[in-house]
C-alpha cells in the first residue's frame, strides 16, 4: 500500500500525506472493492479529517479508476451542476473511462443535485441531461466506441443513449461522503447488478 501512496504522490496534482494504519488500509480495501463491482457505490461516514476523501483517491488510483470531482466555486449552481454531469457521462460512455465520482456533503448545493444522483444511481441517467443536438454529436461518438468494443452498429440517437446508459449503470461508480455529524441513524448499502 506505501508503493500505490508513493505512486499517486508522484503523478497527483493534489498529493495526500497519509498514515497507513491497519483500519486505513483495510478502508481503502473496502471502498476498492466496492468501486471495482459493476455499478458499485458507497456511502462514507466519519467525521471530518477522517480521511474520507483521501483514502477515496488513493482507492480509485489502486484500482486505475479516473477521479471526478465537482470544483464548487460562488456561482455554482444546477446549469454547472448538469454541465459537470454531462461531462463525466461522456467520459464513461465514450472515451470507455471506469470513473469514480466523489461528493461531499457541502457539495450539494442543491436539492437537484440529489435528485440527480438518485437517478443516476438507480436508472443510469438523467432525463433530458442532453439536448438533441448533443445527442446526435454522442451518437457519432459511441458509434465509434461501440465498433472498438465489437458492439452491433449504433444507428440512431436513441440506440446512442440507450448504450451510454448500459455503460453508466456499470462503470459509473459513486461515493458520497457525509460527516457523521449530521447522521443519527445511517444505513450504507451497496448494489451489484
Not at 476523501?53 to 464548487?72: A, I, Q, W
Not at 448545493?109 to 435528485?115: H, K
Not at 443516476?120 to 454522442?138: D, R
Request: aromatic share 8%; charged share 20%; with cysteine.
Amino acid at each position: 500500500m506505501e508503493d500505490y501512496l508513493y505512486e499517486y504522490n508522484t503523478v497527483a496534482s493534489c498529493p495526500i500525506s497519509l498514515v497507513l494504519f491497519q483500519n486505513a488500509i483495510e478502508h481503502i480495501a473496502r471502498i476498492s472493492r466496492i468501486i471495482s463491482l459493476p455499478g458499485g457505490n458507497a456511502l462514507l461516514v466519519g467525521v471530518g479529517g477522517s480521511g474520507r476523501k483521501s483514502l477515496t483517491r488513493l482507492s480509485s488510483f489502486t484500482v486505475g479508476y479516473h477521479l471526478f470531482r465537482p470544483e464548487l466555486s460562488k456561482s455554482y449552481g444546477i446549469t454547472e451542476w448538469r454541465n459537470d454531469l454531462r461531462k463525466m457521462l461522456t467520459t464513461v460512455g465514450v472515451e470507455s473511462h471506469p470513473m469514480v465520482f466523489l461528493l461531499d456533503d457541502p457539495q450539494i448545493v442543491s436539492e437537484a443535485f440529489l435528485e440527480d444522483v438518485d437517478k443516476i444511481l438507480n436508472t443510469g441517467e438523467v432525463p433530458n441531461l442532453f439536448s438533441s443536438e448533443e445527442l446526435i454529436e454522442l451518437s457519432e461518438a459511441l458509434s465509434r466506441t461501440a465498433q472498438f468494443e465489437g458492439i452491433v452498429s449504433i444507428t440512431s440517437p436513441t440506440d446512442a443513449y440507450s448504450y451510454l446508459v448500459k455503460k453508466v449503470q456499470i462503470a459509473n461508480f459513486l461515493c458520497h461522503q457525509v460527516p457523521a455529524a449530521h447522521t443519527t441513524h445511517c444505513c450504507v448499502s451497496y448494489r451489484h447488478n
